[in-house]
């Protein structure tokens, strides 16, 4: 299977079919940074085991989708750029926000503004 291919056929899949397309596929294409970070922009939800600790693929995944906060490293939840693009998303993403961040008034004032 060729990367453009698996890209193409993750996009166009729902998040439930995405997930076995992933595993299904070749090793060397799930250890492919841009086929993770292609899947995180369209289903920010299933973020690979092996990319959980990457800032460029829970940037990917926050963008798509702010609730996506949930899912990436608790790590993520404290950097504020990361925490502050996802409530810009979903306000409400502030409720996966560590307790530092949720307190900030900037971030807070971003969640009620994009709470709706």
Not at 11 to 23: E, L, P, Q, S, T
């Amino acid at each position: 299977m060729e990367k453009l291919a698996l890209i193409t056929d993750l996009r166009n899949a729902d998040v439930y079919r995405m997930a076995d397309i992933y595993k299904e596929a070749p090793e060397e294409l799930q250890a492919d940074k841009d086929v993770v970070i292609a899947m995180v922009s369209m289903h920010g939800s299933f973020i690979p085991n092996s990319f959980k600790d990457d800032p460029e693929v829970a940037l990917a995944a926050v963008r798509n989708n702010g609730r996506s906060l949930e899912h990436v490293n608790p790590s993520f939840q404290d950097d504020k750029e990361i925490v502050k693009v996802a409530v810009q998303r979903v306000g409400s993403a502030i409720s996966f926000a560590s307790d530092r961040l949720k307190s900030d008034r900037e971030i807070a004032l971003l969640a009620v503004k994009n709470n709706g």
